[in-house]
């Protein structure tokens, strides 16, 4: 059990130092009194590294990111991670999670192994959490800073009592 953000604070650190070099605005809004998560720090570190490296990755120069946290339901601690990329189209949304899936156009422009989320996903699932994708299936010839975006919220079960 630890607090959410001595884990986040220095994600966002190096983050933020990525977002400069490649022209992206990140921007965090963590309340100050996030509750205590039931997590493996390690883990989680792992978890949310992989998810703000697509939104860094995947975003165009220009772009925004934004991180958030809060708990908006009982029991869990979500965090969100949005940009304001090319979103994921729903042919790529409905193999996210499945090794080595990469996205049709991640295929060709963007280089990875396909292999970030679904680590996460079963990271996440073995501290009983969840992760949630929201994205927009739009046409992926989109390619300026107004794109729609893709959010992930992964959600920690919080320390109760
Ligand atoms: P790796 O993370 O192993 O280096 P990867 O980024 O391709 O490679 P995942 O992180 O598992 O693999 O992501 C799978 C696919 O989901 C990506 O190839 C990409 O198409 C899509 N994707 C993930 N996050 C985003 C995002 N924020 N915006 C747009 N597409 C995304
Ligand atoms: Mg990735």
Redesign the pocket.
Known sequence: DFALIDILNPLLVSAQAIAQERKLQLISHLPPNLPLVRANSKTLREVLS??I???L???FAGGKILIQAGQEKPHFCGIA?S?N????PQQ?LEH??ERH???????TE?????????I?KQLIEQMQGEIEVF?PAINSIIKSPSAP??T?IIWLPIVEG
């Open positions: 992989n998810v490296d697509n939104a990755k995947y975003t991670i940009d990329g090319p979103g994921i790529d996210l999670g899936y990469r996205g049709v156009q991640a295929e963007i280089p990875g192994s396909g292999l970030g989320l679904a996460a994205s975006g893709t992930f």
